[in-house]
Nanobody, 124 residues
Framework: QVQLVESGGGLVQAGASLTLSCKSLGGTLDGYTMGWFRQDSGKDREFVAAIWYNDDDTYYGHSVRGRFTISRDKSKTTVALQMNSLKPEDTAVYYC?????????????????WGQGTQVTVSS
C-alpha cells in the first residue's frame, strides 16, 4: 500500500516560486508513475504534471508548461513539483498520485493512490 503525503503549499504573491513535495510513507516510489493534479473549488480536477515510472519522460499540462518542473529524488521516496512564475489562476489544492507502471498520465482515474492535498494560494 502506498501512502502519500504532500507538503510545501502556502500563500504567495504572483510571480513567486514554491516547491511542493510528495513523500511516500514507508515505501519506495520506484516503478510508479507519479502525477500532480490540482483542483480549485467549483472546478474539475486538472492534470498538472507527471513523471514516468522509469523517469524517462515528464509530462505537463498546457497551463503550467515552461513554469513547473516535476522530479523524483535519487532515493525514489519523494517527488517534487517546482513551481515558478506563479499566477493567481494557479490557486488550488494540489494532490500527488501514484500508479503502477505505464498509464495515460493525464487521466486521474488511472492513479490508485492519492495524497490528502496541499493548498496553494497565489495573490495578485
Amino acid at each position: 500500500q502506498v501512502q502519500l503525503v504532500e507538503s510545501g503549499g502556502g500563500l504567495v504573491q504572483a510571480g513567486a516560486s514554491l516547491t511542493l513535495s510528495c513523500k511516500s510513507l514507508g515505501g519506495t516510489l520506484d516503478g510508479y508513475t507519479m502525477g500532480w493534479f490540482r483542483q480549485d473549488s467549483g472546478k474539475d480536477r486538472e492534470f498538472v504534471a507527471a513523471i514516468w515510472y522509469n523517469d524517462d519522460d515528464t509530462y505537463y499540462g498546457h497551463s503550467v508548461r515552461g513554469r513547473f518542473t516535476i522530479s523524483r529524488d535519487k532515493s525514489k521516496t519523494t517527488v517534487a513539483l517546482q513551481m515558478n512564475s506563479l499566477k493567481p489562476e494557479d490557486t488550488a489544492v494540489y494532490y500527488c498520485a501514484a500508479a503502477g507502471g505505464s498509464i495515460a498520465v493525464a487521466d486521474a482515474s488511472r492513479y490508485a493512490f492519492w495524497g490528502q492535498g496541499t493548498q496553494v494560494t497565489v495573490s495578485s
